[in-house]
């Protein structure tokens, strides 16, 4: 097994906002992609965390992310946005827009919001927890379909037609651990991929093909010309499709090349419809009464969504990250790029306060 290194949050918080600041961001902009990254670590997604900072290096160098733009409405109503990220990181340009949606959604009961022009979002989970908080239940996802649009092939298919097309659902609880479903229509999340390769790993069976289309568990065979299968066959491939048609509310579709593509959040407010407090009290009940189910063999427990995130993120908090010596490396080699240092004595009071 490859070594580890350990951090504190509030280090790799500092790190990452360092080394995006060096690299164009303004300073709000890179805590709030910092966060996003640490706390995807922090919920055990390490694929959505920090081992994305040397990609979106890459992309503020190729010039696929303007780190210091800002989103823009392009159309309004009472609860309806499309927005413009400008192509700004869309971790901030997600975080803006269900803040936004949640805002809107408190006096007109609900607010549906379609994105373009901004990459890739990190975590969905994410944002639909941040809606979940607020009392809201939040719905995000995002799609990307077509000829060459990603590696994930549709059922029946020999070749890729999708990105990984991810859903993510929050529903409020009350308490500190809100419902939270965020998963990729892939069977795994090409993240998950990069994280199995990082560490030497091999991945689970039936996840990817190799180039021949024959099954392989080698992560190094899907990044040589490998693809991703769906998950439950083709009830994932329809789930796929359905996040394209979705992100194409945003007019991001071409007709011609027969592709769609976009990012659909929604917010609604539970209050709306019914009395919020009685309902969170509603809905844990509800989760509590699931969880008590008797476990089957070779189970401790029923768990429900939401509950393996929160766990970890309380342990990880009081343990700290654990970072493999590659992705140390690569972080190392990127704030050698810029010159800047990353070390402990970058960590500001503030930092230690967000974890």
Same mark, same amino acid.
């Given at each position: 097994?490859? *070594?580890?290194?350990? +951090?504190?949050?509030?280090?790799?918080?500092?790190? *990452?906002?360092?080394? +995006?600041?060096?690299?164009?961001?303004?300073?709000h902009v890179a805590n709030d992609v910092a966060e996003i990254l640490i706390k995807a670590n922090l919920s055990g997604h390490d694929s959505h965390g920090v081992l994305r900072i040397p990609a979106y290096i890459r992309g503020i160098n190729d010039g696929s992310i303007k780190p210091s733009n800002e989103p823009e409405i392009v159309h309004e109503t009472d609860n309806l946005l499309r927005v413009d990220g400008n192509f700004s990181f869309g971790h901030y340009v997600s975080r803006w827009s269900i803040r936004k949606a949640i805002e809107k959604a408190k006096t007109s009961g609900s607010c549906c919001v379609s994105i373009f022009n901004t990459g890739h979002i990190g975590r969905l989970g994410e944002y639909a927890e941040e809606a979940a908080h607020s009392g809201c239940i939040g719905l995000v996802s995002v799609g990307m379909g077509g000829k060459g649009a990603g590696p994930v092939v549709p059922f029946g298919g020999s070749e890729g037609r999708f990105s990984t097309n991810p859903i993510a659902l929050g529903v409020p609880t009350g308490d500190k651990t809100p419902f939270i479903v965020d998963y990729a229509t892939s069977v795994i999340a090409e993240g998950k991929i990069q994280v199995a390769?990082?560490?030497?790993?091999?991945?689970?069976?039936?996840?990817?093909?190799?180039?021949?289309?024959?099954?392989?568990?080698?992560?190094?065979?899907?990044?040589?010309?490998?693809s991703l299968l769906t998950f439950g066959r083709h009830k994932g491939y329809a789930l796929a499709m359905f996040t394209c048609l979705l992100g194409g509310l945003a007019g991001t579709f071409n007709v011609d090349e027969g592709s769609m593509k976009g990012i659909y959040m929604q917010a609604i407010n539970v209050n709306a419809f019914t009395p919020i407090e009685e309902y969170q009290k509603g809905v844990r009940a509800f989760l509590d009464v699931i969880k008590s189910t008797t476990p089957a063999k070779g189970f401790d427990e029923v768990l429900v969504p939401g509950d393996f995130e929160a766990r970890l993120y309380t342990d990880r908090v009081k343990s700290g990250i654990e970072i493999p010596d590659s992705i140390n490396n690569q972080l190392n080699e990127c704030a050698e790029q810029y010159s800047v240092s990353i070390d402990e004595g970058i960590i500001k009071p503030e930092d230690e306060k967000r974890y």
């Open positions: 097994m490859e *070594t580890t290194h350990l +951090f504190k949050p509030s280090h790799l918080h500092a790190i *990452t906002r360092t080394i +995006f600041i060096a690299a164009g961001a303004s300073e390769r990082s560490k030497g790993s091999e991945l689970p069976e039936g996840c990817i093909l190799d180039k021949n289309g024959s099954p392989s568990v080698d992560p190094a065979e899907f990044y040589d010309g490998g």
